[in-house]
């Protein structure tokens, strides 16, 4: 499957009342959408500000521009988030958010909060058309890809949440504490849907909007080796890559992509990957399978894969999910595999398990949409006199 195969042309989103959505358009885009109007370039300069470093949700808000002006945007534009439908907090503080977009489709982002900053796990497609077999998101077929308009809305939609926009007339670089990195480790392969993933971090890198910095911002790839460098010249984000094996053997079961990119072919696209240097190491993610690709051999085999890569190994404790056939390795064996890699002068933290309890963590993402609707539409029947049952 080649990565053009997915690529999409965005169109912005018309809601109901036939208004325009302005999320997601670039500054061209957004300039010429405003020129319908007869309004000129500095009032696109003045919503984009309002609308990415502000992060107000209705034109009303927007108090630099004239009221007839307002009413005109009104009339014609939507800047409207997407509906919330589930609200999930952990125990341990991350969170989880179910957002419908205008198709009634639903994709879940993840806020994973730390003492002095917070990660947004966000979304790229519809479900996935990877299969991995350890991956729950990989249960749910591939619906659609996600617009620019999509993605962003999940970061504006998490920021709006965790009420993280900046105080106006402060903080001019746009930063908070609490939402200070995207993760593109969502559902889907963001590789597959570069061309709305790109377009949709350059927003928020932009210095006069969301404003996060490229080196704040992580692509994880599965694999697809002809869009690596593409990324990596483009965009210059951090560039995780999700190994999970040593021999193609191994990952062909695990990963079906490996049959079309092989191991020998996505490490040499790492080995060539724009910007890669001992200051910006790429992340490989391995997560860790009981009997499957766990032992000291393959810790000795993974360290001669990465010679040569400027390289830190996120190993992760497999989380699981309702239906997987796996166990997680025991926690000495995971930290007998880190002692190898450790030793031959890899960083190889454990990554500690966030939000299972609500299955937010490594894996476990996926859209219930079709088994919520099956269960909203189905018949309550009567229990008790005074109780109903209603399907879990």
Not at 83 to 106: C, F, H, V, Y
Not at 117 to 145: D, E, K, M, W, Y
Not at 368 to 381: A, F, G, N, P
């Amino acid at each position: 499957m080649s990565a053009s195969s997915h690529a999409t042309t965005f169109a912005p989103a018309v809601t109901a009342d036939g208004k325009q959505g302005l999320i997601g358009l670039d500054r061209p885009g957004l300039e010429a959408a405003l020129a319908t109007l007869g309004l000129p370039p500095f009032r696109a300069r003045q919503v984009w500000h309002w609308l990415y470093h502000r992060g107000v949700t209705s034109f009303d808000a927007m108090t630099t521009l004239a009221k007839p002006v307002r009413e005109q945007l009104a009339e014609r534009f939507s800047i409207a988030r997407p509906e919330i439908t589930r609200d999930q907090a952990s125990i341990d503080g991350t969170r989880k958010w179910l957002i419908k977009m205008n198709d009634g489709q639903e994709v879940e982002a993840v806020h994973i909060p730390e003492t002095d900053r917070g990660a947004l796990c966000v979304s790229s497609q519809v479900g996935c058309t990877l299969t991995c077999r350890f991956c729950h998101t990989g249960t749910q077929p591939l619906v659609r890809n996600l617009g620019p308009d999509e993605i962003l809305s999940q970061i504006l939609t998490a920021r709006d949440a965790l009420q993280a926009w900046p105080p106006v007339g402060t903080n001019p670089n746009n930063e908070t504490s609490t939402l200070t990195n995207i993760v593109m480790m969502g559902m889907g392969e963001p590789l597959y849907n570069y061309d709305s993933v790109a377009t949709a971090l350059r927003i928020a890198m932009d210095g006069e909007g969301i404003a996060i910095s490229k080196r704040r911002i992580t692509l994880s790839t599965s694999g697809v080796v002809p869009m690596m460098e593409r990324c990596g010249t483009e965009l210059g984000v951090n560039l995780a890559v999700s190994l999970h094996a040593v021999t193609d053997e191994v990952r062909d079961e695990l990963m079906p992509i490996n049959r079309a990119y092989p191991i020998k072919e996505l490490m040499k696209a790492c080995r060539n990957y724009p910007g890669s240097t001992n200051a910006r190491r790429i992340t490989f993610e391995y997560v860790m399978l009981k009997g499957v690709n766990d032992s000291l051999a393959d810790a000795h085999a993974l360290v001669r894969l990465l010679s040569g890569i400027p390289a830190k190994v996120n190993l992760i404790p497999f989380n699981p999910w309702p239906g997987s056939n796996f166990e997680c390795s025991s926690r000495a064996q995971i930290e007998r595999f880190a002692h190898v890699l450790l030793d031959a002068g890899y960083a190889s933290p454990v990554r500690e398990p966030r939000g299972r309890d609500i299955l937010a963590a490594c894996g476990q993402l996926r859209s219930d949409s079709l088994r919520q609707k099956k269960v909203r539409t189905e018949t309550v029947v009567p229990a008790e006199p005074e109780a109903v049952a209603v399907a879990p």
